[in-house]
């Protein structure tokens, strides 16, 4: 069964720094990986979204990238603002139509 | 366009009562998934319906749970004889298709679901 794991589950950052989440996934066989952002007592807001055969995806101030023989990807965060405080959850599909989530890292940005 | 949306958005029942959730997907959306949220947990996989067929259940803890989409559009979880391990947020998704990597997954607010 896959099995995702996001490291860390929380951390702080003042506000301004560049900050990198990771997420590891114990089966390479994915149809492709996304990052979700969720916001305390809401639901999951998609981010990024990057295919088995793709490497990265970028958005604004995010970029994605994937190395699927490895069984990584990373979140990368530009110059956060308080407003990215959340919990940012990593999600791959596999062979099956579900999503297999992380439990997430919980991102604080310190004005 | 309206995204998913999910009512009610906050169910308190008590153990051993029948409840249902429903999820209206985004227009047009073939796929449509139920997840569950534990507190402090990632969403886990419960039931996926291509049109209006279950496609995949394997997710369903037991017989307590089931869920329908007569028409293709909006789908009920149905919840027999609750217990307070089903105290969790209830997700929906839907997407546009099935089986490619391209596919995203949008979700609801969810339905924040205690059993006293």
């Known amino acids: 069964k896959q099995e995702v794991t996001q490291i860390p589950a929380a951390l702080s950052v003042p506000e301004g720094e560049n900050l990198v989440l990771n997420c590891s996934f114990t089966?390479?066989?994915?149809?492709?990986l996304q990052w979700f952002r969720q916001d305390p007592g809401k639901g999951l807001t998609s981010l990024l979204l990057?295919?088995?055969?793709?490497r990265e995806q970028t958005s604004g101030r995010l970029n994605a990238s994937l190395d699927k023989s490895s069984g990584r990807s990373t979140l990368y965060i530009a110059a956060s603002q308080p407003g990215d405080s959340a919990t940012y959850l990593c999600?791959?599909?596999?062979?099956?139509?579900?999503?297999?989530f992380g439990t997430g890292t919980r991102l604080t940005v310190i004005p | 366009g309206a995204g998913v949306s999910q009512t009610p958005s906050n169910k308190v029942t008590e153990k051993g009562k029948y409840v249902e959730l429903r999820c209206d997907p985004i227009?047009?959306?073939?796929?449509l998934y139920w997840y569950r949220q534990s507190l402090g947990q990632g969403p886990e996989f419960l039931i996926y319906?291509?049109?209006?067929?279950?496609?995949?259940d394997s997710g369903l803890p037991n017989d307590r749970f089931f869920a329908v989409r007569p028409e293709g559009s909006v789908s009920t979880l149905k919840i027999q004889r609750t217990e307070r391990g089903d105290s969790a947020v209830y997700l929906c998704?839907?997407?546009?298709?099935?089986?490619?990597?391209?596919?995203?997954?949008?979700f609801g607010p969810g339905t924040r679901l205690t059993v006293l």
């Open positions: 990057i295919q088995s055969s793709q």
């Open positions: 999600a791959v599909k596999t062979g099956a139509n579900n999503l297999f």
């Open positions: 089966d390479s066989a994915i149809y492709n």
């Open positions: 998704a839907s997407s546009l298709t099935r089986g490619t990597s391209a596919d995203t997954q949008y």
């Open positions: 319906f291509q049109g209006t067929g279950a496609a995949d």
């Open positions: 227009s047009g959306h073939t796929a």
